[in-house]
């Protein structure tokens, strides 16, 4: 009796392996790669009235299960997705820019780095916990609608968000990619970044706490390493 | 090496300190002056985090220690960088004394090598006589270093075209010719200016550089002094038209937006007549497009006038003296409107009015809400020259750092690719080093063979 058991749960235990290992080999894993863009807009009082920040550096990875359209125009079914992930932001690549993408102001990016700590905490993080599919695109050109809800941390401190965004799977004769594109107006104070608000050789300048995040993320698949030789 | 060494090149404080009083005589003549806007931020700036970068002065003449001198300087100015001269290098050992006179914390070695072994030194700034350039900035540039390479980048147009093109590959790397008129803030403001056609038809330059000097360096040791001395000795010295006349003659080209067409030139020694071949007062006619044509002489026999550029259009001329500039203008030249109230310079019977960069912008002030005091050395196109390489070099580093920390280190391409598009300040590239050296080379061979050389433009090619 006793040694049927411990069987049963051998067996138990191989299935619930297997189980785990097969919904593993059905993840699909994608990293960050180059041609991405995060985008900061905000208000002042003076001079300017709108700051813009750039960055073209957008870090990490995410992983997909099963039901996420990884092929444009994949036919697919609205509803929870099994995602998760992460995205960061360096704060040093973040530089204050034109309207015309053109370098503003050495003075405008101390302030910034200074204001996100960035001695302290080197990078912006997201992390993604949640996603959910609102609606397949109109046309294979067109990107999926998700709601996605994950973590933010900014200058270390972490609050959760929720935000539509857009993905676009995008096939090359080399590989497999997507496009991730939303943004989200967030109050920096809830951050504990306290907007600035001080006399530059511009004048006295203050600026608004809400501020717009914009982003274009570019993700490849990642190739499944090769078989072992046999 | 003489005591008086700095004085026999003709690099000294004291001429850069001038400013002042070229400031007063220009005024006294009527000029008005065109002013850039200095470095110094006000004191209720906050300080933000700063990037650190060590730096390292390969050679150590009368202006590798200028170079020392302006980068111990970098602290006043307030620029998000701290640049520490980590280590000093001269063959010669009186030289290497006299560097860490104003480098004491720095390492000093008599091999380059050495700084180029030292992961933590990221830039280095090469002032070595001009053949040597080549070894030291391919070495640099292949051990990772950020390099400024004094101009001309070489005597030959084969080695400075190997150089430029060792740069171009680097695009990790900033590379900055030490063309420092293309960093000043002054002649930045200039620029547009003279772009924009507000002299009219611009119709002739001119340009001087007149010292007396023996340009001699003497030293107990006959070898030594004879390596001392390499700017006196044709095949390996462009001569004053390479070592002094490359910098206006390529500012000249930078302000019209063109590349000289031929050049006629004419070398004699008159005066100095020791062992030297290098003439020591030449005269050269560099031609632009349009017919425009550059009129460059100096001398080391004759200091009167000292050293300026003109700029001569149908409606006004500019001069430029050190870091600053006036205009004159045509009686029947269009009004512009702001000259009316900018300072004027009386010169003889002539009116120059002063044309300043950031004039209208209120000047640093200190706590107390007080002017504050500008070192003359922090507004110097070197000193600017210098502060853009180093931001551009720890710009770099820190997109290296931080693309790697975003997708990895092993799309190399991918990377270089990114960090080509990393944004540059103001500053002469490998591009600019190659064609002022190009023309450097030819109107020193028009110098000695009295002739007139046409300048094809494949020459500025760089592959």
Redesign the interface.
Known sequence: MKKRTLIAGAIALLSLATVSLTAAEQMTTYV???GSKMRIEGTANAIHTTWLIES????GMIEVGPGFPTEPGQAVTPGKVEAKGNA?I?V??L?SVESDGK?YS??M???T??HLK??QFKQINYKLTELTLKEAPKSKDAPYVFDSTGDLTIAGVTKKITMPANILPVVTPKDKGLEITGNITVKMTDFKVEPVD????VGHIKTGDEVKLVFKWVLVQRKAPAAAAK | MSENESEALGYNRRDFLKGGSVATVMAMMGGVELFAQTNAAPASETKAPTIKIKVAVIGLGAWGREIVNTLGRMPQAELPIDAEIAAICDTYKPFLRRGASAAPAATQTEDYKTILDNKDIKAVVIATPTPSHKEVALAALKAGKHVYCEAPLAGSIEDAREIALAAKAAKHLAFQAGLQMRSDKQRLFLLPFVRTGALGKTVLTRAQWHKKTSWRATSPNPEQEKALNWRLNKATSLGLIGEIGSHPIDQAGWFMNALPTAVTGFGSINFWKDDRDVPDTVQAVIEFPGDVRMIYDATLANSFDGEYEMLYGSDAAIMMRESKAWMFKEVDSPLLGWEVYAAKLKVFNETGIALVAGASKPPPVDEKGQPKQVDPLTTTPLFYALSNFLLNAAELTQAAEDYKASYGADDLDGMMEALGKTRRRASAGYLEGFQASVTAVKANEAILTGKRIELKPEWYELS
């Open positions: 960050a790669r180059p073209p550096l957008i870090g960061f360096r040093s690549s530089k370098p050495d003075k990016d101390e302030i780095y200074e960035e001695e001080k006399n530059l050789v």
